[in-house]
C-alpha cells in the first residue's frame, strides 16, 4: 500500500472515484454529491493536496486534505490542522478500512509538519458515518451549520457532523 499525491496524468481517474461515490451515496443515503469543479481539483493537485493509495500499481483510494477550512469550522480554523475531504474507494477494493490507514497516515503527516489535529465532517444526520468515523479514531464533537460561500454545492442548506482526532494527545514527550 502506498500514500502518494495525485499527479494531473490521475485527474480522470479522480473523476471516475467520484462517480462511483455518487452513485454509491444514493444507494445509502438520502444526500450525494453534487459534482466538483476540475479547476478545484487541479489546485489540489498542483498544491499536493490530492492524494492516492496505490495498491500492486492500481489506485485503490483518493482524499483530498487542506490545511484551513473556515467556512466550516469556523473559529477552530485558527488551529494548527489537516481537513481531509472526498475520501472515495475504488469499489474493487471496498472492506479495506481505507478511514483506519488514512488515520494513521494522517498522525505522521500531522506529526512532521507540526500539526495538532487530524479533522472532518459528514452530512449531520449521516448517523452510519457517524457512527464509523468514531470507530476508526475520531471523536464527535457535534453537528453544525457551516457557511455555504465558497463551498461545493451539496454544502448548501446542510448541517454537518464534525470530527477531529488530537495528534498531541497522542505525542510522547
Not at 8 to 32: G, L, M, P, R, S
Not at 110 to 131: C, F, H, P, V
Not at 157 to 172: A, H, N, P, Q, Y
Request: proline share 2%; net charge negative.
Amino acid at each position: 500500500m502506498d500514500f502518494k499525491p495525485s499527479t494531473i496524468e490521475d485527474i480522470d481517474e479522480i473523476f471516475k472515484f467520484y462517480d462511483w461515490a455518487v452513485a454509491y451515496q444514493k444507494t445509502k443515503f438520502n444526500k450525494h454529491w453534487k459534482g466538483f469543479e476540475r479547476d478545484l481539483i487541479e489546485r489540489e493537485i498542483s498544491e499536493n493536496r490530492q492524494w492516492k493509495i496505490s495498491i500492486d500499481n492500481e489506485i485503490a483510494c483518493v482524499f483530498a486534505i487542506t490545511f484551513e477550512d473556515e467556512s466550516i469550522w469556523k473559529e477552530k480554523n485558527e488551529d494548527k490542522a489537516v481537513y481531509f475531504h472526498r475520501i472515495v474507494t475504488n469499489p474493487k477494493f471496498r472492506g479495506h478500512h481505507f478511514v483506519k490507514k488514512i488515520v494513521e497516515w494522517g498522525n505522521t503527516f500531522a506529526k512532521k509538519n507540526q500539526l495538532d489535529y487530524l479533522r472532518m465532517d459528514t452530512w449531520g444526520d449521516n448517523e452510519s458515518l457517524i457512527e464509523y468515523y468514531q470507530k476508526c479514531g475520531f471523536n464527535f464533537l457535534g453537528i453544525i451549520t457551516p457557511h455555504f460561500g465558497n463551498l461545493p454545492k451539496h454544502y448548501e442548506g446542510i448541517t454537518l457532523s464534525l470530527f477531529e482526532i488530537d495528534v498531541k494527545e497522542k505525542r510522547i514527550s
